[in-house]
T-cell receptor
Framework: EAQVTQNPRYLITVTGKKLTVTCSQNMNHEYMSWYRQDPGRGLRQIYYSMNVEVTDKGDVPEGYKVSRKEKRNFPLILESPSPNQTSLYFC???????????????FGSGTQLSVL | GESVGLHLPTLSVQEGDNSIINCAYSNSASDYFIWYKQESGKGPQFIIDIRSNMDKRQGQRVTVLLNKTVKHLSLQIAATQPGDSAVYFCAEMDTGRRALTFGSGTRLQVQP
């Protein structure tokens, strides 16, 4: 089944303790991105990657790092998490939907992060 | 600063009625628009898209209307069902920059 898988689903941590949220897609998509979703706001893009070893800042990159060493994986790294990074995070990949010429974003199920 | 506990605009409709969810976008350079549905505890799911060279596109029970003059997008859901209850987001894309910007969302509540 074509999907985007992110782990963990829920994570509670403390300020300053490095963490990584993993994201993997099995659709051979070149484009992947990370979003955060906060109450009353739409999804805001953190970082995106157009292909392996190519990453760029989105709208809210401060406090985050990413890496894209291989096509299928795009981990999100918080070197020193802070309480304002408590949020719901979504990974997504973009590619052609089956049988169409349109690119579509496929989202993971989300990671709810709480930083105490 | 950021507000805490902002509530989404909510549209409440009766089962079987038609629903119209509206979205205003800001970037005149946006040329591709998408509606997503997000159910509780899940990631957003693609519903329908439209390119800026069109003003209407229909899918199964859904229609998207685009008015570029006033930078307005709407999603119409025919014969709304309880399973349509979710938060709906519009997104705009400037395909030249490949940047996708999401709206803040509207909660649709379908009353049985």
């Amino acid at each position: 089944e074509a999907q985007v898988t992110q782990n963990p689903r829920y994570l509670i941590t403390v300020t300053g303790k490095k963490l990584t949220v993993t994201c993997s897609q099995n659709m051979n998509h070149e484009y992947m991105s990370w979003y955060r979703q906060d109450p009353g706001r739409g999804l805001r893009q953190i970082y995106y990657s157009m292909n392996v070893e190519v990453t760029d800042k989105g709208d809210v990159p401060e406090g985050y790092k990413v890496s894209r060493k291989e096509k299928r994986n795009f981990p999100l790294i918080l070197e020193s998490p802070s309480p304002n990074q408590t949020s719901l995070y979504f990974c997504a990949s973009k590619g052609l939907a089956a049988g169409t010429n349109n690119e579509k974003l496929f989202f993971g199920s989300g990671t709810q992060l709480s930083v105490l | 600063g950021e507000s805490v506990g902002l509530h989404l605009p909510t549209l409440s409709v009766q089962e079987g009625d038609n629903s119209i969810i509206n979205c205003a976008y800001s970037n005149s350079a946006s040329d591709y628009f998408i509606w997503y549905k997000q159910e509780s505890g899940k990631g957003p799911q693609f519903i329908i898209d439209i390119r800026s060279n069109m003003d209407k596109r229909q899918g199964q029970r859904v229609t998207v209307l685009l008015n570029k003059t006033v930078k307005h997008l709407s999603l119409q859901i025919a014969a709304t069902q309880p399973g349509d209850s979710a938060v709906y987001f519009c997104a705009e894309m400037d395909t030249g920059r490949r940047a996708l910007t999401f709206g803040s969302g509207t909660r649709l509540q379908v009353q049985p």
